[in-house]
């Protein structure tokens, strides 16, 4: 069956929810490229999505695996349009009205309003990614000293996300 | 004699061109490893290039952080459409997102063909179990810099309880939420205190 359309629909849709980063999205997007379209399996999206941190650009350029694997090329170019469109048509927009909006006191207002909802977001995109990855004592001393290493380092989280991996392979076996 | 004096002023003045801000927006999107790629952006357009002064790329941020959109690819846009129009906006966007989306396009592939081989999971299972972390942190220090008080706390509880606990979709919970805590922070009248 064709998944184009389907993909199209999807990424569109998720696009429209990252509200402070793509993370915010990513209980949505489990949801709709797991449970519903079966596109991967859970393990995988959260496998995907750690792997990209050790990339460079964007976050949630992964999208484009998950359409590779659905629909080949056309897939992948499916959910990378999909995705960027709506959200860059409308920060052109607003972009060129922002100064315009200036004065009108709602702005502030919804500035100030989506910040705490988007952190909100953030920390339910964390805990839906937690659910998946953390599966043993192990992978929780991973997380913990990752965490520990990057509050009081600036290590390069891309170095230690590397480190995972090898830790992992003598470890998770 | 050096550059250094007019540091904190603003966009240079000499135009930029569509191919400089599509090979500027390129290079950052190749080479931004670890860490928020916002970081880079900063220190290329603001510290090394100067297209922008600092005072709007902060603004610029803070547009790409209230807009729906990843956070990168919607400072893109803004920066590209103040130094170039439409053209450089679309440049900007194409630049940055390219060599991560051609990475991970084969990345993808690989990972299809190997994923499942027990040497590579093990190490896909820390590799995740290290991305938690990363995730982790990366939330907390965004919340220390947006939140405050103790009303933004509520309103990102609200928002984990309805999405993580209640299963609302994120959509519900952005417009309910959202909608709830742009009210609380409405404009107030000048003359407050004496209404209702």
Not at chain 1, 122 to 146: E, H, M, W, Y
Not at chain 2, 152 to 162: E, S, T, Y
Not at chain 2, 165 to 178: A, C, D, F, W, Y
Request: with cysteine.
């Amino acid at each position: 069956m064709n998944q184009v359309p389907s993909l199209l629909r999807v990424f569109a849709y998720l696009s429209l929810l990252t509200v402070g980063g793509g993370m915010a999205a990513f209980p949505e997007l489990q949801t709709l490229a797991v449970n519903v379209h079966h596109w991967l399996t859970a393990q995988q999206l959260v496998q995907l999505y750690s792997v990209e941190q050790m990339a460079p650009g964007p976050k949630m350029m992964m999208i484009v695996s998950i359409g590779q694997w659905a629909a080949g090329f056309a897939g992948a170019a499916a959910v990378l349009v999909a995705f960027l469109l709506p959200t860059s048509v409308l920060a052109f927009f607003i972009g060129r009205l922002w100064t315009r909006l200036e004065r009108w006191p709602w702005r502030a207002s919804i500035q100030r309003g989506l910040a705490p909802v988007s952190i909100g977001l953030l920390s339910a995109g964390f805990l839906t990614v937690a659910r998946v990855a953390l599966t043993g004592v192990v992978t929780v001393i991973i997380t913990v000293v990752v965490s520990a290493i990057l509050l009081r380092s600036r290590a390069n989280p891309a170095l230690v996300v590397l480190g995972g991996a090898l830790v992992g392979l003598v470890a998770l076996r | 004699m050096s550059d250094l004096a007019e540091t904190d002023r603003g966009p240079s003045p000499r135009a930029v061109t569509v191919g400089q801000i599509f090979g500027a927006f390129l290079l950052i999107g190749a080479t931004s490893f670890g860490g928020s790629v916002v970081a880079y952006l900063e220190a290329s357009l603001v510290g090394k290039r100067r297209w922008v002064g600092d005072e709007t790329f902060v603004e610029l941020l803070s547009i790409s952080q209230t807009l729906p959109g990843l956070n990168a690819t919607n400072l893109a846009i803004l920066v590209g459409d103040r130094l170039r129009g439409t053209p450089g906006a679309i440049a900007a966007l194409c630049g940055i997102c390219l060599p991560g989306a051609l990475l991970m396009y084969v990345v993808g592939m690989t990972f299809h063909a190997f994923g499942d081989r027990p040497l590579v999971t093990a190490m896909l299972r820390g590799v995740a179990a290290a991305a938690v972390g990363l995730i982790l942190v990366t939330t907390l220090q965004m919340g220390r810099k947006s939140l405050h008080g103790l009303v933004d706390l509520v309103f990102v509880a609200l928002a984990v309880i309805g999405v993580s606990t209640l299963h609302l979709s994120v959509l519900t919970v952005l417009l309910g939420v959202g909608a709830l805590a742009i009210f609380w922070h409405r404009p107030r009248s000048e003359r407050q205190g004496s209404s209702q």
